[in-house]
């Protein structure tokens, strides 16, 4: 009996474990794709309806999240922004910034105001030609080469080609061999921007290490230095003055230009070869013969000099020096050079009671003349600044139209350096950074260009 009741109980366990099965088959649905309610975005996402094929129950469920469509989207940098390469959705705003693009600088551009090109007081401005920001701006006089253009000589007067007189003003480089470092852009740029100047000279020392004492590398270098200090000088709108500067400072042969006749040949051939066509470059042909130097050698040097500058370049102005460091025209007014389009340099210290009368009487005789040095102080570039000296002169050669240039473009010992001696800012000749001969010769020329500040 035991027996069945076993087999009985296995039975029944088969049976409702045979019989469960189908019965949850039973209950399954079959469904179908499915219909789209509302397809998903990257953003949102959507729903879709299935039905069942044998009952006609419906379900909803949720379509995920798309993947964003990207594109890659690249914006310049402009001087305001910094430009990116970026990753977006076509879709959404979704943004994500890869790579920051190199920052582009303001496209500095500077003009003087109306009005400017007939000397009248303008004010120059700086400002981004781009996005328009302003910099900048100060009272300026345009008085550079597109201005006045190409200069001649007529009877005693530097004139344009209307035959207008026309004053340059301008600094004066120290020696290159040792303040070379000056003739750059940015430096010569600031300094004609403070100054209002329009005339550079760039003073080429034959000796004290000078071009003509120096290997052939060295001298080349020194070459490159003046033919650079021309270009600058151009792109600057300014004239420019080649000084071949003779002085005999450590070597009494050098007081006499002809000493080094053959390197002042050879460098003013190849430097007036090399700039035959600009309009804006003077050649002074020697600094300040001394000693025992007389007018004749000075003469004999000019008449050597001159056909070499004019069989390059037959309109260029040659500047002639005289005995007693340029301070006597006694020679020039006796015995005047055969040629056209030549002026005689004279070279004053207003603080060495030099007299100004032989600059009238060299005027009152028909010469040309340019004052291609000068200073406040004494001769050695040095001591106080006589101030009521120097403003008679400045007296004289503004109501004569004389043309000057003032010694010295650099940060030397010494009053007739116009940077302070501690200074190695390259590119501001602000108050600050000026001994009192700098700011007060700027002041001075605003006062002849009639700006006011
Ligand atoms: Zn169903
Ligand atoms: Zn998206
Ligand atoms: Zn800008």
Redesign the pocket.
């Known amino acids: 009996m035991k027996k069945w009741t076993t087999l009985i109980v296995l039975a029944l366990f088969i049976c409702l474990v045979g019989c469960e099965f189908p019965t949850t088959t039973k209950e399954e ?2 469904y179908d794709e499915g219909t789209i309610i509302k397809d998903a975005t990257c953003t949102k996402t959507g729903i879709i309806e299935y039905t ?1 094929l ?2 006609g ?1 419906k379900k909803k469920e949720e379509i995920p999240l798309k993947d964003h469509d990207y594109e890659i989207v690249e914006v310049e940098s402009t001087c305001g922004e910094v430009g990116y390469f970026a990753r977006v959705c076509k879709n959404c705003d979704y943004f994500e910034k890869i790579q920051e693009k190199s920052p582009v600088d303001h496209v500095i551009r500077s003009k003087v105001e109306e009005p400017s090109i007939d000397g009248s007081v303008g004010t120059k401005r700086y400002y981004c030609s781009v996005c328009g920001k302003e910099f900048l701006s100060f009272p300026y006089v345009e008085n550079g080469f597109s201005r006045f253009g190409k200069l001649h000589v007529s009877g005693r007067n530097l004139v344009d080609a209307n035959n207008n007189s026309v004053q340059l003003l301008g600094i004066s480089t120290h020696g290159l061999q040792w303040f070379g470092r000056y003739v750059n852009y940015e430096t010569l740029y600031a300094c004609k921007d403070a100054f209002n100047i329009n005339v550079f000279r760039f003073s080429l020392y034959t000796a004290e290490d000078g071009y003509c004492e120096s290997g052939s590398k060295r001298r080349e270098e020194l070459y490159q230095m003046v033919a650079s200090g021309i270009r600058i000088a151009t792109e600057l709108d300014m004239y420019a003055i080649v000084d071949w500067h003779m002085l005999g400072a450590d070597d009494p042969n050098d007081k006499n230009p002809l000493y080094y006749l053959d390197e002042a040949k050879e460098f003013f051939d190849r430097i007036s070869f090399e700039f035959k066509d600009y309009d804006n470059v003077f050649y002074e042909l020697m600094n300040e013969p001394n000693g025992s130097t007389t007018w004749s050698d000075c003469k004999e040097f000019a008449e050597e000099i001159i056909p070499i500058i004019r069989k390059n370049n037959p309109d260029a102005i040659c500047l002639i020096g005289n005995p007693s460091w340029s301070a006597d025209l006694t020679g020039p007014m006796r015995s005047p050079l055969d040629y056209s389009n030549i002026m005689y340099t004279y070279h004053f210290y207003a603080a060495d009671n030099m007299t100004i009368q032989n600059v009238i009487d060299g005027y009152n005789a028909g010469l040309p003349i340019f004052i291609t040095e000068h200073g406040g102080m004494k001769s050695s570039g040095d001591g106080a600044i006589n101030e009521r000296n120097v403003n008679r002169w400045y007296e004289a050669l503004d109501s004569r139209h004389i043309s000057y240039v003032a010694w010295n473009l650099s940060n030397s010992k010494g009053s007739s350096s116009i940077l302070k001696q501690n200074i190695t800012v390259m590119n501001s000749f602000a108050d600050g950074y000026l001994k009192e001969w700098g700011i007060f010769y700027k002041k001075h020329i605003k006062q002849v260009l009639g700006i006011t500040e």
């Open positions: 649905h079959h069942c044998d009952c129950k």
